[in-house]
């Protein structure tokens, strides 16, 4: 049974609108699509000056829904970013002055430059779309999307995101270094930031919501469920690794592969769909094992074993 084609052809419309921006970076256009599509967050690594920043403004251009950015610091405080309660002398009570965290879009710029106890202020609004303060919660606003950057080259007063955090982002997304093509396209202005004024919304809030609703309805076989689980398991026993996929890792494979489908206007999951997804989904949630460190960054590490494992895995015919 195919989408509804109008339906479909807004995600298209999407990732189109984007790309006129962000040039040479097909791969974390689309990942960005499907973490938003997915009702998930997305987590961008790259070093400075490929566009992070930029593909987050896009984002919010396209969909016109609030957006919000903080770059966070050392000095960062949870109330920075929540928000926090002011006596009012006037109504002779307290009063919740809601933070950036309160928007559709927000984009987390260098989490990992802000102390673990201010990360952890995103967990709950990651998870479950609201925000506790002082014994009340507050719910945010739908969509959400959280995009965090991070440069996973310089280490000079960083704080590595903790496993609990990363495990809350749908996908990873790497953005390294564009083609020369794509770079002349920077350089002359036919792309980059400078083109972001010429971006026209392609949908609105309430449209996203009913495209992430759709998502959910996308079929997927039991043997691809059997595929994901087979997956996980092995990263669970594999001597490679200290920590394998927890079960909300395995959630997520399979909802990113729904939305993967309907971006390309599928009503049906494929095994490419869970394939092409297994490393961008499934390698920040694992831990190296420390017996087989290697010369290689700790994130090319694991995504080099989960590679090897789902290569491994007989894909259902």
Sequence with gaps: MPLIPATAARAAQLETALQRVIRGQQQAVRLAAVALLARGHLLIEGVPGVGKTTL??????????GFQRVQFTSDMLPSDVLGTSIYSPVEQKFEFKPGPVFTNILLADELNRTTPKTQSALLEAMNEGQVTVDGRSYPLPQPFLVIATQNPVEHHGTYPLPESQLDRFLVRAHMSYPEAASEREILTGEAGAARLEEIRPVATADEVRAMQEEVTSVRVDDSLASYTLEIVRRTRESE??????????????????????????????????????????????????????????????????????????????
């Design 56 to 65: 987050a403004h896009a984002i919010a251009r396209a969909l016109n829904v």
């Design 240 to 317: 490679y690794l200290s920590l394998g996929v927890s079960p909300r890792g395995s959630l997520m494979l399979y909802k990113a592969a729904q939305a993967m489908a309907y971006a390309d206007g599928r009503s049906y999951a494929t095994p490419d769909d869970f394939k092409s997804l297994a490393v961008p989904v499934l390698a920040h949630r694992v831990v190296v094992n420390a017996r087989y460190s290697s010369t290689k960054k700790k994130t090319e590490q694991a995504s080099d074993i989960l590679r090897d494992i789902v290569e491994s895995v007989p894909v259902p015919v």
